[in-house]
């Protein structure tokens, strides 16, 4: 057995596995090659005969001494390069992946074994020089080249190069390459914060394997545009240098490799990200990873998000926090910080948390043995909204807590409770908010009674969004803005955000001009002071007339699905507790859904197509009143008429969806609302007739069995048979009489003067477009007259 030795240090070497390696191991000239193979013997053995043929480049002794320095090694230390993490990395881009031997080589992009490309080039001189270009753009220079194969043939190609060895591109200068990609990371790694990193992302790091999940440029310029930043501002940022440490992973984890879990990150252990690789695709903190980059000392994920910690893991990164760390561990809130958010979090330093301590006279022990005292401490010391230091102004936001804080802006300066928020500690942002250092822990304030109504207090507390949509409602603004008692769940900026989509609008601006804003609106409002001690699981009454559902976990309060991140915010008239969800009181739609007397009229919707016209995404929200009959009533039917066999023959009736809005009157009309005579239908031209409206109101002489049956986009009159629109009958009037008969003044006139009058008097059959007196006066001005 040969031995090699590397500055003293002896490396036995296994026997040859393949003609390939029986080549190395005869030359003396590649000891260093062979040892190496020898260490990582998974590239041994995949080179053995059976696996080629393989195309490889194979550097001598003296080329592997000559790569010393480029890889940041000490000659005295050159035994190193045999136990780096990327040696098999590097050996496996020496062989290139080839389906037959290439002997010379030949001018071109080759991929290797390891996966990344490499490229040959070949001088015009005489004779030529072929070089094998890597990371360094000199490449090496193949000296001499050989067919290597087994005893009845030659399947191999062994060439030699003695200047350096073949480097792949490490993770940085793949990078730093890709400038319309990933340049503003780039940009970030060359920052003085992270030189360490920028190391380690490169040649000379040990041999360090590395996985980055790396933000685009378009992910950067989005995270500048919602912070309302610039790219220098970043670059500038103290916490610039963690926010890059939470993309990047020790070692190398390929998308085929993940596992679903969390994950360590160079930010520390407190920043885990969170990895799940699904059937197709993996994401990380719930943002997709787009494509997958090869490197030579590890892998780059592309991602369209920057990534960032939460507040807890932000608080957890510096040793400054443990005693908060330690503090909202004790008070079991460590879920609801690490939850979506956003938050303001004024962090008190452990010399805060000492001082105040030293106040109360409690040790920290004392202090978390009452966890609801101390969980609501803490809550004080948290704001429900993101509020950067440069967005900050006088005002008192409710706390997490529902007590409020008083926050003092005086040119740039700013102070919470009169203790100042330090520009150099502050705005350390968290994927769910921002941390502000303060010097000293924030006292509750004992109960002061209110002296703000409730839309004051929904402007004080950043729900901007709420007050827009109450402008647009004045009624209700005013009854909220007066002396009686309410309750007010108030969703987020960010809550009606979310809601533009779910209710089909294209913007904010289309929520705010719906039709039934009001009555979402009112559904967020209950007609009596609820604190939220009072919010038990069952329902509570709202003011829109249909009942909000409440459930109750733990310490958390949802109501309808939206959870109360703030609550007992105290109004001179009422309560108001913060939500994170625009409430949406049950539909038309889901209303029928819900009562079994409705399961037949449900199908018959779904069959016509109508469902959707009666839930909530719709565009412009449009009101409607469904005269409904009920299971019984269509049983009627199906059983008076001979043409309709079944249930299915009638769900299968050519004229269903005809019949179904036949039973549909635009606009929400209560009993009340009902006058006798005629009234339009979504049927294009049968009416409804009302007889008894005020008493006992009759729709085409059938009687409402039960009226007044809410909804939140209409309301539902249950009725005890279904009605059936009238047969078309044969028209009896010309075109000029129907004119007359429409009160069509100004169009009767026009005619007559251009000589037409007599045209549509006649038999032959013509459509005409008829326009309204209103019209014809319109066009006065548009016509010049």
């Given at each position: 057995?040969?031995?090699?030795?590397?500055?003293?240090?002896?490396?036995?070497?296994?026997?040859a596995?393949?003609?390939?390696?029986?080549?190395?191991?005869?030359?003396a000239?590649?000891?260093?090659?062979?040892?190496?193979?020898?260490?990582?013997?998974?590239?041994?053995?995949?080179?053995a005969?059976?696996?080629g043929?393989?195309?490889?480049?194979a550097?001598?002794d003296?080329?592997?001494?000559?790569?010393?320095?480029?890889?940041?090694?000490?000659a005295a230390?050159?035994?190193?390069?045999?136990d780096?993490?990327?040696?098999?990395?590097?050996?496996?881009?020496?062989?290139?992946?080839?389906?037959?031997?290439?002997?010379?080589?030949?001018?071109?992009?080759?991929?290797?074994?390891?996966?990344?490309t490499?490229?040959?080039?070949?001088?015009?001189?005489?004779?030529?020089?072929?070089?094998?270009?890597?990371?360094?753009?000199?490449?090496?220079?193949?000296?001499?080249?050989?067919?290597?194969?087994?005893?009845?043939?030659?399947?191999?190609a062994?060439?030699?190069?003695?200047?350096?060895?073949l480097?792949?591109?490490?993770?940085?200068q793949?990078?730093?390459?890709?400038?319309?990609?990933?340049?503003?990371?780039?940009?970030?790694?060359?920052?003085?914060?992270?030189?360490d990193?920028?190391?380690?992302?490169?040649?000379q790091?040990?041999?360090?394997?590395?996985?980055?999940?790396?933000?685009t440029?378009?992910?950067?310029?989005?995270?500048?545009?919602?912070?309302?930043?610039d790219?220098?501002?970043?670059?500038?940022?103290?916490?610039?240098?963690?926010?890059?440490?939470?993309h990047?992973?020790?070692?190398?984890?390929?998308?085929?490799?993940?596992?679903?879990?969390?994950?360590?990150?160079?930010?520390?252990?407190a920043?885990?990200?969170?990895?799940?690789?699904?059937?197709?695709?993996?994401?990380?903190?719930?943002?997709?990873?787009?494509?997958?980059?090869?490197?030579?000392?590890?892998?780059?994920?592309?991602?369209?998000?920057?990534?960032?910690?939460?507040?807890?893991?932000?608080?957890?990164?510096?040793s400054?926090?443990?005693n908060?760390?330690?503090a909202?561990?004790?008070?079991?809130?460590?879920d609801t910080?690490?939850?979506?958010?956003?938050?303001t979090?004024?962090?008190?330093?452990?010399?805060?948390?000492?001082?105040y301590?030293?106040?109360?006279?409690?040790t920290?022990?004392?202090?978390?043995?009452?966890?609801?005292?101390?969980?609501?401490?803490?809550?004080?010391?948290?704001?429900?909204?993101?509020?950067?230091?440069g967005d900050?102004?006088?005002s008192?936001?409710?706390?997490?807590?529902?007590?409020?804080?008083?926050?003092?802006k005086?040119?740039?300066?700013?102070?919470?409770?009169?203790?100042?928020?330090?520009?150099?500690?502050?705005?350390?942002?968290?994927?769910?908010?921002v941390?502000?250092?303060?010097?000293?822990v924030?006292?509750?304030?004992?109960?002061?009674?209110?002296?703000?109504?409730v839309?004051?207090?929904?402007?004080?507390?950043?729900?901007?969004?709420?007050?827009s949509a109450?402008?647009?409602?004045?009624?209700?603004?005013?009854?909220?803005?007066?002396?009686?008692?309410?309750?007010?769940?108030?969703p987020?900026?960010?809550?009606?955000?979310a809601?533009?989509?779910?209710?089909?609008?294209?913007?904010?601006?289309?929520?705010?001009?719906?039709?039934d804003?009001?009555e979402?609106?009112e559904?967020?409002?209950?007609v009596?002071?609820?604190?939220a001690?009072?919010?038990v699981?069952?329902?509570?009454?709202?003011?829109?007339?249909?009942?909000?559902?409440?459930?109750?976990?733990?310490?958390?309060?949802?109501?309808?699905?939206?959870?109360?991140?703030?609550?007992?915010?105290?109004?001179?008239?009422g309560v108001?507790?913060?939500?994170?969800?625009?409430m949406l009181?049950?539909?038309?739609?889901?209303?029928?859904?819900?009562d079994?007397?409705?399961?037949?009229l449900?199908?018959?919707?779904?069959?016509?197509?109508?469902t959707?016209?009666?839930g909530?995404?719709?565009?412009?929200?449009?009101?409607?009143?469904?005269?409904a009959?009920?299971?019984?009533?269509?049983?009627?039917?199906?059983?008076g008429?001979?043409?309709?066999?079944?249930?299915?023959?009638?769900?299968?009736?050519?004229?269903?969806?005809?019949?179904?809005k036949?039973?549909?009157?635009?606009g929400?009309?209560?009993?009340?609302?009902?006058?006798?005579?005629?009234?339009?239908t979504?049927?294009?031209?049968?009416?409804?007739?009302?007889?008894?409206?005020?008493?006992?109101?009759?729709?085409?002489?059938n009687?409402v069995?039960?009226?007044?049956?809410?909804?939140?986009?209409g309301?539902?009159?249950?009725?005890?048979?279904?009605l059936?629109?009238p047969?078309?009958?044969?028209?009896?009037m010309?075109?000029?009489?129907l004119?007359?008969?429409?009160?069509?003044?100004?169009?009767?006139?026009?005619?007559?003067?251009?000589?037409?009058?007599?045209?549509?008097?006649?038999?032959?059959?013509?459509?005409?477009?008829?326009?309204?007196?209103?019209?014809?006066a319109?066009?006065?001005?548009?016509l010049?007259?």
């Amino acid at each position: 057995m040969r031995m090699f030795a590397v500055a003293g240090v002896f490396l036995p070497l296994a026997a040859a596995q393949s003609a390939v390696f029986t080549h190395i191991e005869a030359s003396a000239d590649h000891t260093t090659l062979e040892s190496a193979l020898n260490k990582v013997t998974a590239v041994k053995d995949a080179l053995a005969d059976a696996n080629g043929p393989f195309t490889m480049v194979a550097p001598t002794d003296a080329a592997f001494t000559a790569a010393l320095p480029e890889l940041g090694i000490a000659a005295a230390d050159a035994a190193t390069l045999l136990d780096r993490a990327d040696l098999g990395e590097i050996l496996k881009y020496h062989v290139l992946s080839t389906t037959a031997k290439v002997n010379p080589l030949t001018a071109g992009d080759m991929t290797t074994v390891q996966g990344m490309t490499a490229t040959v080039t070949v001088s015009t001189d005489t004779p030529p020089v072929t070089k094998v270009v890597g990371s360094n753009s000199d490449g090496v220079t193949i000296s001499s080249s050989a067919d290597v194969g087994t005893t009845n043939s030659e399947e191999h190609a062994v060439h030699v190069c003695t200047d350096r060895i073949l480097l792949p591109k490490p993770v940085y200068q793949v990078a730093s390459e890709a400038t319309s990609t990933f340049s503003t990371l780039v940009a970030a790694l060359d920052t003085a914060g992270l030189a360490d990193v920028k190391t380690g992302l490169g040649l000379q790091n040990g041999g360090a394997l590395h996985t980055v999940f790396a933000p685009t440029n378009d992910a950067f310029a989005a995270y500048l545009a919602a912070r309302g930043i610039d790219s220098d501002t970043l670059l500038a940022d103290g916490e610039l240098a963690n926010i890059v440490k939470y993309h990047i992973l020790a070692g190398k984890v390929m998308a085929a490799d993940v596992a679903t879990g969390e994950v360590d990150t160079l930010y520390g252990a407190a920043g885990k990200l969170s990895l799940v690789k699904g059937t197709s695709t993996v994401t990380v903190d719930g943002v997709t990873v787009a494509s997958e980059v090869l490197a030579g000392n590890g892998v780059i994920h592309q991602i369209p998000s920057v990534l960032m910690p939460n507040v807890v893991e932000v608080a957890k990164g510096s040793s400054d926090f443990s005693n908060l760390v330690e503090a909202v561990g004790a008070a079991e809130l460590v879920d609801t910080l690490t939850g979506a958010g956003p938050f303001t979090v004024f962090a008190p330093t452990n010399a805060a948390f000492d001082a105040y301590l030293a106040k109360v006279g409690k040790t920290m022990d004392e202090l978390k043995a009452d966890k609801d005292a101390l969980a609501a401490l803490l809550k004080y010391h948290v704001l429900p909204t993101e509020v950067m230091l440069g967005d900050a102004t006088t005002s008192t936001p409710a706390s997490v807590e529902g007590s409020t804080l008083d926050l003092v802006k005086t040119g740039a300066d700013l102070t919470v409770n009169g203790v100042a928020v330090a520009a150099g500690t502050a705005n350390k942002q968290a994927g769910n908010g921002v941390v502000h250092v303060i010097g000293e822990v924030l006292e509750i304030p004992a109960a002061s009674t209110p002296t703000k109504n409730v839309v004051e207090l929904a402007v004080d507390n950043s729900l901007a969004n709420l007050v827009s949509a109450l402008e647009e409602v004045p009624a209700l603004k005013t009854l909220l803005e007066g002396a009686d008692k309410h309750t007010v769940f108030g969703p987020t900026d960010t809550a009606f955000a979310a809601a533009v989509s779910a209710l089909g609008e294209d913007d904010l601006a289309g929520v705010l001009g719906r039709a039934d804003l009001a009555e979402i609106l009112e559904y967020h409002v209950v007609v009596e002071e609820t604190k939220a001690e009072a919010l038990v699981a069952g329902d509570v009454m709202s003011f829109q007339g249909t009942n909000i559902p409440v459930t109750v976990d733990g310490a958390k309060k949802m109501v309808d699905g939206a959870e109360v991140t703030t609550a007992d915010v105290m109004a001179t008239n009422g309560v108001l507790h913060v939500i994170n969800q625009v409430m949406l009181p049950p539909s038309v739609a889901e209303t029928l859904g819900a009562d079994n007397d409705f399961s037949i009229l449900v199908e018959a919707l779904e069959a016509a197509q109508l469902t959707a016209t009666f839930g909530w995404a719709n565009k412009g929200g449009a009101m409607h009143t469904v005269f409904a009959p009920t299971d019984a009533a269509f049983q009627a039917l199906i059983d008076g008429d001979a043409s309709i066999e079944n249930k299915a023959a009638l769900l299968a009736l050519p004229n269903l969806a005809d019949i179904l809005k036949y039973h549909v009157v635009s606009g929400k009309v209560m009993a009340a609302g009902l006058t006798d005579g005629e009234v339009d239908t979504l049927h294009s031209t049968a009416k409804l007739t009302v007889t008894g409206a005020g008493s006992a109101p009759m729709i085409n002489d059938n009687a409402v069995a039960t009226a007044d049956m809410p909804a939140g986009n209409g309301v539902i009159h249950k009725i005890g048979a279904v009605l059936m629109p009238p047969a078309s009958s044969s028209p009896t009037m010309n075109l000029i009489e129907l004119a007359a008969d429409k009160s069509l003044a100004n169009l009767a006139t026009a005619l007559e003067t251009a000589q037409l009058k007599a045209a549509l008097e006649g038999a032959e059959k013509y459509t005409v477009f008829g326009p309204t007196d209103a019209a014809f006066a319109a066009a006065v001005t548009a016509l010049g007259e």
